[in-house]
Nanobody, 126 residues
Framework: QVQLEESGGGLVQAGGSLRLSCAAS????????MGWFRQAPGKEREFVAA????????AYADFVKGRFTISRDNGKNTIYLQMNSLKPEDTDVYYC???????????????????WGQGTQVTVSS
């Protein structure tokens, strides 16, 4: 069982940066693939980035490539999403997600993740 809690969201000006964190609990964390998704009101939850269990492999949605970086620190049971060059269209609730223990890689669809945080709001002003 994995429990997730996001933090680091807030209000930022366009062009600015935010760093989201996701603290995980549970002894399966080090063997779980992790991801970030985002969702706007009335829209489907969409993939942002993912990182495999060891941190060696990453995957990104096209709309964040070159701007966002996903990373993890297994010693702290935490993953991060460094968001640079933020745009107003990045305004969304951002969710942390995790797979089950020893899941296959890659995984980029919402249905391929098993555990979810409650989200953190990111608002980018112009």
């Amino acid at each position: 069982q994995v429990q997730l809690e996001e933090s680091g969201g807030g209000l930022v000006q366009a062009g600015g940066s935010l760093r989201l964190s996701c603290a995980a609990s549970g002894r399966t964390f080090s063997n779980a693939h992790m991801g970030w998704f985002r969702q706007a009101p009335g829209k489907e939850r969409e993939f942002v980035a993912a990182i495999n269990w060891s941190g060696i492999s990453t995957a990104y949605a096209d709309f964040v490539k070159g701007r966002f970086t996903i990373s993890r620190d297994n010693g702290k049971n935490t993953i991060y999403l460094q968001m640079n060059s933020l745009k107003p269209e990045d305004t969304d609730v951002y969710y942390c997600a995790a797979t089950r223990h020893w899941a296959t890689w890659p995984r980029q669809r919402r249905a391929e993740f098993d555990y979810w945080g409650q989200g953190t709001q990111v608002t980018v002003s112009s």
